[in-house]
T-cell receptor, first 116, second 113 residues
């Protein structure tokens, strides 16, 4: 059984640029959630994708967008990068929706994004 | 507003000592509560979760947590800490009206030999 993988591991971007982060969900999982974890903070929910549709969004501006593909892998895109976007971005997969209601989420190791 | 408070930013214990990490939550509906652990360079790993029933929950790695509704708390405990337990611990809350988890700011555990 393959766990959740994320790429790249680290990334450095300049303010104003765009970035794409990738996540491969655990085998058999059809739901992907993205979280932003700033330094010294807990993860904050960005959005969730279920069967290729956005299913819930946190308090993040529209320049944070995502996709989920037929194989249930996912991308997180961030446009017009700001310095405050520097963080660890975590992807979590699960089978079905209801992560906060019992369906366990499995987290990847994250992508460390630095915006200069 | 929904929130999770972990009042201890950093805790240091000796190996073999007991441990209690505090977590208080604010949630309007029936809460589902979780404890996760994060080691450096790693993602989050679920230690245990509470949905209903017995308020004392057993998890992996010898951890347990007790849900106290009257105190809005879900404290994590371990009777004897091992050096490998050094990590960041996060408490999180979810519920029937949302599919997102709300995390606390975490408690960093340091273990001395």
């Amino acid at each position: 059984e393959t766990g959740v993988t994320q790429s790249p591991t680290h990334l450095i971007k300049t303010r104003g640029q765009q970035v794409t982060l990738r996540c491969s969900s655990q085998s058999g999982h059809n739901t992907v959630s993205w979280y932003q974890q700033a330094l010294g903070q807990g993860p904050q929910f960005i959005f969730q994708y279920y069967r290729e549709e956005e299913n819930g969004r946190g308090n993040f501006p529209p320049r944070f967008s995502g996709l989920q593909f037929p194989n249930y892998s996912s991308e997180l895109n961030v446009n017009a990068l700001e310095l405050d976007d520097s963080a660890l971005y975590l992807c979590a997969s699960s089978w079905g929706i209801g992560a906060a209601r019992g369906k366990e989420q499995y987290f990847g190791p994250g992508t460390r994004l630095t915006v200069t | 507003a929904q929130s999770v408070t972990q009042p201890d930013i950093h805790i240091t214990v000796s190996e073999g000592a007991s441990l209690e990490l505090r977590c208080n939550y604010s949630y309007g509906a029936t809460p589902y509560l979780f404890w996760y652990v994060q080691s450096p360079g790693q993602g989050l790993q679920l230690l245990l979760k509470y949905f209903s029933g017995d308020t004392l929950v057993q998890g992996i790695k010898g951890f347990e947590a007790e849900f106290k509704r009257s105190q809005s708390s879900f404290n994590l405990r371990k009777p004897s800490v091992h050096w490998s337990d050094a990590a960041e611990y996060f408490c999180a809350v979810g519920g029937t009206d949302t599919d997102k988890l709300i995390f606390g700011t975490g408690t960093r555990l340091q273990v001395f030999p």
